[in-house]
């Protein structure tokens, strides 16, 4: 049972570690990219641009934008949403709360698991320790 919960907690930190926090990282870099973005063109009030599109396998294709007043933002397993420049900067920051969110859920959950298998070694170190402690003081009476 106590190797069990070692694992479980082993796997919950690896996936924090490994997975949360990087996404956590990528997506703020990539979000906050995307705001600088929208906040210049909103500055600058261009109304169509000239870019380069990742085609993918990082080949790259130039592309005029007509009209800059609705973008597709990426919000995950391939899915794109076309939004104006006001819902693009809302949706960015919802993203980067939940992310937030669930490495604060995550971290306390290991540690909520961490401070059980605490106890319960400490609780099995006392239990180890009664017969012998018990069989020395009879001895001493």
Same mark, same amino acid.
């Given at each position: ?6 694992? @479980? ?7 924090v570690d490994r997975r949360l926090k990087p ?12 705001? @600088? ?5 909103? @500055? ?14 990082e080949v790259y294709m130039q592309a005029d ?22 819902e693009a900067l809302k949706f960015i920051s ?19 698991? @961490? ?27």
């Amino acid at each position: 049972m106590d190797s069990y919960r070692q694992e @479980k907690v082993q796997k919950f930190e690896e996936f924090v570690d490994r997975r949360l926090k990087p996404d956590l990282t990528r997506a703020i870099a990539e979000r906050s990219d995307l705001r @600088k973005n929208i906040e210049n063109l909103e @500055k600058n009030s261009v109304t169509s641009l000239r870019t380069l599109v990742n085609l993918g396998s990082e080949v790259y294709m130039q592309a005029d934008v007509p009209d800059t007043q609705h973008i597709f933002v990426d919000i995950g397993l391939g899915f794109h949403v076309e939004f104006t420049w006001s819902e693009a900067l809302k949706f960015i920051s919802q993203r980067e709360d939940k992310i937030a969110r669930q490495i604060d859920e995550y971290t306390r959950l290991i540690a909520s698991i @961490k401070a059980q298998i605490k106890l319960v070694c400490e609780g099995i170190c006392e239990l180890l320790q009664l017969p012998a402690e018990t069989s020395v003081q009879e001895a001493i009476f």
